[in-house]
């Protein structure tokens, strides 16, 4: 069995890893794998549909306040942090095409306990993060019927406890019926985040383009009132705006040609959302000291400066509409990268089976979305979350850490796997991209900090309790050996042959729906 410390630090290996995904023995009685049906547009529309949500929607309303007009270097500054990291994430993405994202790069490289902490990290991040957004809906919801048909829901059935609510159903609903869809299948979840996707970069274009008709450049006279300080002390904040480009990655086994597409995925999708960010924060249409009051006053920053640029509410009313579009796509993506997250863990036994368990009809887990949906969903409806959207950069910047040291590692033990793309200027990129990561995190507030840690100690009691005694890996030699992995692009990810092109997978095609 081995002590403690043997078991904390075990690896998987990676061409174990590459063998299971898709594997006919690895599925078993759990159900077929995961079907490959994502092609780079729609795991890009993904990738952008995890990052542009409610964030940009609020965020100036925070951060203007502590950097001024300098916000947009703080947007500049998000985005070179969030850069070094996805760089990271694309050389891991193309040596480890498969479900669990930084979870599995760190297993491959780190060791057990160290995957399990930072499968811990992203559950934390993805769980408030969609409890947070969710919340959110509700509100813009309320905003658009108000406005259409002069009717809101109620506070007590509107609003999260702690804000004169009871229980927040709106919440809970957009929950649901995201976990009703990705429960269909992923085919029928990534068509209509497309088109969603669409509508909210639509709508942010539209924001840009008439707030840029009141452009004024007095606006930026007192650029950066509070220095540097407050620049870097906003980019912290506005992080949060960039987070969940990870999910990307999560869906190693459910993208054709995953070695070229994720890699490709991440890029374009950090390239798009850091113009439009700039873009948004850029336009220059009011004084700074307009958003502080904006957000104090309850109000929707950017549907506020279109109404007073345009003096009409139509503007605004179609600014709201979008956000209700873009909170719907972001819960639903961050609820497809947290399920993939635990059927990665399932598989390797650290969390219990139901979480791997693949419906034959739909080609999805559907027992493990249906449980993270009811979880995320009672979290959003019945617990005041004021105190815990910091816990979601912070996570977040853990997660960025990791995979810079994934990679560090990953290089040093497994030097011939097949990598597409080698992050340029190794070490020195991961080295920059976990200390930029840390500074960021160390000017998070104290609180954040200690709800942090309390979740830590709370991961490691579960995986004492459970994870190591039922680990895979704990069996060793009396594990069963996968089947060779059907899919072609996968079967050489760890030699330097390249992938031939699929025949198609073995196993039956699913039933027309």
Same mark, same amino acid.
């Given at each position: ?5 043997? $078991? ?11 063998? $299971? ?52 270097? !703080?947007?500049?500054?998000? +985005?070179?942090? +969030? ?7 694309? $050389? ?36 408030? +993060? ?83 008709? +009141? ?5 930026? !006279? ?292």
């Amino acid at each position: 069995m081995g002590s403690l410390a043997g $078991e904390l630090t075990r690896r998987k290996p990676l061409d174990l890893m590459i063998a $299971e995904a898709g594997s006919a023995t690895e599925s078993g009685r759990s159900g077929p794998p995961l079907r490959r049906t994502m092609g780079l547009w729609q795991l890009t529309l993904l990738g952008i549909s995890s990052v542009v949500g409610t964030g940009i929607f609020f965020v100036l309303g925070t951060t203007v306040p502590k950097a001024g007009p300098g916000v947009v270097l !703080s947007f500049a500054l998000a +985005a070179v942090v +969030a850069g070094l990291g996805a760089l990271c994430y694309v $050389e891991l993405a193309g040596a480890v095409p498969v479900a669990g994202s930084t979870y599995a790069y760190a297993y491959a490289s780190l060791g057990e306990g160290a995957a399990y902490l930072v499968a811990s990290c992203l559950i934390l991040e993805y769980g408030v +993060a969609v409890s947070t957004v969710a919340v959110s809906w509700g509100q813009y919801l309320n905003e658009v019927t108000s406005t259409l048909f002069g009717f809101t829901l109620p506070d007590a059935v509107s609003q999260p406890p702690g804000a004169g609510g009871y229980v927040n159903v709106p919440a809970l609903v957009v929950v649901l019926l995201c976990s009703l869809l990705l429960a269909r299948g992923t085919r029928e979840s990534a068509a209509v985040n497309a088109v969603m996707v669409c509508v909210k970069i639509g709508v942010l274009v539209f924001f840009v383009a008439v707030a840029l008709t +009141a452009f004024d450049s007095d606006h930026f !006279s007192d650029f950066a009132p509070h220095g540097m300080g407050g620049v870097a002390v906003a980019a912290s904040g506005v992080f949060f705006s960039f987070i969940g480009f990870d999910a990307v990655s999560t869906a190693g086994e459910e993208v054709r040609n995953p070695r070229r597409t994720i890699p490709l995925a991440l890029l374009l999708t950090l390239l798009t959302v850091t113009i439009l960010y700039m873009a948004v924060a850029g336009v220059g249409a009011q004084p700074a000291g307009e958003f502080g009051k904006q957000a104090d006053a309850g109000q929707a920053v950017l549907a506020e400066i279109l109404r007073d640029v345009t003096g009409a509410g139509w503007p605004a009313l179609l600014l709201s509409a979008g956000a209700v579009v873009s909170i719907f796509s972001v819960v639903l993506v961050t609820l497809f990268g947290q399920t993939r997250i635990l059927f990665s863990m399932a598989r390797d036994g650290l969390v219990p089976e139901v979480f791997r368990r693949v419906d034959r009809k739909r080609y999805t887990p559907v027992g493990n979305t249906w449980i993270v949906g009811a979880g995320v969903g009672a979290l959003a409806a019945f617990v005041p979350l004021q105190h815990l959207a910091d816990l979601t950069s912070l996570g977040t910047l853990i997660a960025f850490i990791a995979v810079a040291g994934a990679l560090v590692v990953l290089r040093r033990i497994a030097p011939d796997a097949r990598r597409p793309f080698r992050v340029p200027f190794y070490p020195v990129v991961p080295l920059l991209s976990a200390a930029s990561c840390l500074y960021l995190a160390w000017l998070l507030p104290g609180l954040t900090w200690t709800l942090f840690g309390g979740w830590l100690l709370l991961a490691a009691a579960l995986y004492l309790g459970f994870g190591r005694r039922h680990s895979r890996l704990r069996a060793g030699a009396d594990a069963p050996v996968p089947d060779a992995p059907q899919d072609a692009d996968t079967a050489g990810a760890t030699s330097g042959d390249e992938a031939r092109p699929s025949a198609g997978p073995s196993e039956p095609a699913p039933p027309h729906v």
